[in-house]
């Protein structure tokens, strides 16, 4: 069969199709073959990260939302479900990681969760970007960047996704914007344009999508 040139599809086309649960990954040797290009969402524990995803791609309930911070445990991996059931390579997998920061569970579970998230940065050579999402409300915090630090030091492309915008006033929006722009202007693995999203309103996801869609293959 044929591969798809890189970047090819049409966000209606990769995103208006049906998205299904691959598999979660609670050990670096569970993850699938590298192979498809693979985007992955990170943020601090309750930014909306499944919201968001479950925007992206157009399905309520694919990522489990929950108002309890660290509900995510493992690297849980969504693909197309038509490439899943034909068993053909996905033109793109998508990669909900574990919230960062607080998280109500035991400090050795949150130990490993890190270990798992942070190795699986650093050596993941089909990982095309993390999209790193970041509280409109709180703007980057302490722990944003560190993990940024992190994957400045890995050499990862990474991105910053604004969420929740609709819980501030459009004024302090673009003023958010052009602050965060400026704390990365000089950081060597991010990507300089911000993506102001809402989940709940739709603001922003049809350009994010976009975003995603010219990675896949």
Avoid: C
Avoid at 2 to 18: C, I, K, S, V
Avoid at 140 to 158: C, G, I, Q, T
């Amino acid at each position: 069969m044929a591969m798809a040139e890189a970047g090819d599809h049409a966000p209606e086309t990769l995103f208006g199709n049906r998205w299904t649960f691959l598999r979660g990954i609670a050990n670096l040797a569970d993850l699938p073959p590298q192979g498809p290009p693979e985007i992955a969402f990170a943020g601090r524990s309750n930014v909306g990260k499944s919201s968001l995803i479950n925007a992206v791609l157009q399905q309520t309930g694919l990522a489990r939302t929950s108002n309890t911070p660290g509900r995510t445990q493992e690297l849980n991996y969504f693909v197309p479900e038509a490439s899943a059931l034909a068993g053909d390579e996905p033109p793109l997998a998508v990669v909900d990681m574990p919230g960062y920061g607080f998280a109500e569970a035991p400090k050795d579970m949150v130990s490993r969760w890190t270990k798992l998230v942070f190795d699986y940065l650093r050596g993941r050579v089909t990982l095309k970007r993390v999209f790193v999402l970041i509280d409109a409300r709180h703007g980057l915090k302490k722990n944003d960047l560190e993990v940024l630090d992190l994957l400045d030091k890995a050499a990862v492309s990474y991105q910053i996704v604004l969420t929740k915008i609709d819980k501030i006033k459009p004024p302090a929006v673009d003023k958010l914007v052009t602050e965060t722009a400026e704390a990365i202007r000089k950081r060597p693995a991010a990507f300089p344009v911000i993506h102001a999203t809402s989940s709940e309103k739709g603001t922003g996801v049809s350009a994010l999508q976009a975003e995603i869609a010219a990675l896949a293959r």
